[in-house]
């Protein structure tokens, strides 16, 4: 079974920055997308950046410019870099892994919080 454990999350002021980490039981390399998502009380769960396997990568244009997905093939690791916080960024935070079409995996979440 794939597990998947993200890291980093917190409470953070508007204008601050935070570095969320997937760390994953399989080799990252055999996703076919591994992603981070979040929902915000009352919201559905909406993607925020994914990375393709060959390396594209895909941000929602509400994050685009200000955070950074990125993937540590050695350890395992998928990282999402977040700068210029703000306050509409609180959410809870998800690692999403694609094996396959039929194989999805989902972290348990971290929460991120932004307020002054």
């Known amino acids: 079974q794939v597990q998947l454990v993200e890291s980093g999350g917190g409470l953070v002021q508007p204008g601050g920055s935070l570095r969320l980490s997937c760390a994953s039981s399989e080799s990252i390399f055999n996703f076919a997308a591994m992603g981070w998502y979040r929902q915000a009380p009352g919201r559905q769960r909406e993607l925020v950046a994914i990375i393709f396997k060959w390396g594209d990568i895909n941000y929602a244009d509400s994050v685009q410019g200000r955070f950074t997905i990125s993937r540590d093939n050695a350890k395992n690791t998928v990282s999402l870099q977040m700068n210029n916080i703000k306050a509409e960024d609180t959410a809870v935070y998800y690692c999403?892994?694609?094996?396959?079409?039929?194989?999805?995996?989902w972290g348990q979440g971290t929460q991120v919080t932004v307020s002054s």
């Open positions: 999403n892994g694609q094996l396959s079409i039929m194989k999805n995996y």
